[in-house]
């Protein structure tokens, strides 16, 4: 066996996403570019993907081709090797503004998909529970929606996002309008789901630092046509888990990754 084989199986068995082509035009037919264009690109169960690039390069619009709310104008993207069509349990998605019930409480929201699903009362009421925990608000569950803060409303988002068991975990700037510190709790308490779940994550960010903090992998995209001009892995992410400690944030390591990036967005 060559490396080549063991390094396509282990591909093969792993890839959670497939892109092929993958291009959309909103103005179909028309001289605009596409928004999105020809997106060569595999994802891999349990990576922590982090996507960065100019405003309006198609970050979103890939994000929501994967979640099922746009189809493409060309290309194909599979899940499981099953082209995705529509939106469906297995995405879960995970808005700036959480689309939450404001009169709603808390245990009601993120009971709200398993209901919609038919899953057995029982069952229901303890999954809630323990995502509550996982999430941090087992003592606010009965709160309302509206009397959350910004942060604690994200973690209600979260939790009604990963009760459904989703195969991948799709972020779209997520604690861009948080402040500073809950930005920080909040990537705090992404990556300990991340790593104690194995999820998928999918997520989009303008910060620089929010990507190398959180991403096992980045992806950096080009202008409108949105296009993969840079695709490479980084391991701060395990290392703050690991040594318990985000030391390596202040390393050379992680300046040069830093500055790699910014260069990439802002020499478009
Ligand atoms: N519904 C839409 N109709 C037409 N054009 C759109 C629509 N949504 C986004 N666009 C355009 O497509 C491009 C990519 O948008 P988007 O995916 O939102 O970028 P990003 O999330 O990277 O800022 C932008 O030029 C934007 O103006
Ligand atoms: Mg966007």
């Known amino acids: 066996m060559t490396d080549g084989f ?3 199986f282990f591909e093969t068995a792993n890839e959670l996403i497939s892109m092929d082509s993958l291009t959309l035009a909103y103005d179909k037919g028309g001289d605009a570019a596409p928004a999105i264009d020809k997106i060569n690109l595999n994802i891999y169960r349990g990576e922590f993907v982090c996507v960065m690039g100019p405003s309006g390069c198609g970050k979103s619009t890939l994000l929501n081709i994967l979640a099922g709310f746009l189809s493409p104008t060309g290309g194909t993207v599979k899940l499981n090797q099953k082209e995705i069509k529509g939106i469906d349990a297995h995405r879960g998605v995970v808005f700036q503004h959480p689309p939450l019930y404001e009169w709603y ?12 699903q038919k899953v057995p ?4 009421a303890e999954e809630v529970e ?12 009965e709160k309302k929606v509206y009397e959350l803060s910004g942060g604690m409303k994200q973690r209600a988002a979260i939790a009604s996002a990963l009760i459904n068991n989703p195969d991948i975990l799709l972020m779209d700037e997520p604690f861009g309008a948080l402040d500073a510190l809950t930005r920080e709790q909040m990537q ?23 990507a190398l903090l959180l991403g096992t992998r980045i992806l950096v995209m080009s202008r409108r046509p949105g296009k993969i001009i840079a695709d490479f892995p980084a391991h701060f992410t395990k290392e703050f888990i690991e040594e ?18 910014l260069g ?3 020499e478009q």
């Open 6 to 8: 063991v390094k396509n």
């Open 105 to 116: 409480s808390v245990r009601k929201n993120i009971a709200f998909g398993p209901m919609m």
């Open 121 to 124: 009362k029982k069952k229901i």
């Open 130 to 141: 323990t995502y509550l925990a996982k999430v941090g608000l087992t003592d606010f569950a």
């Open 188 to 210: 705090d308490l992404i990556r300990k789901i991340w790593w104690n779940t194995g999820k998928t994550i999918f997520f989009i960010t303008h910060d620089v630092d929010e």
């Open 244 to 261: 318990n400690s985000d030391d390596a944030r202040y390393t050379e390591a992680f300046h040069q990754k830093r500055k790699y990036i």
């Open 264 to 266: 990439l967005i802002n």
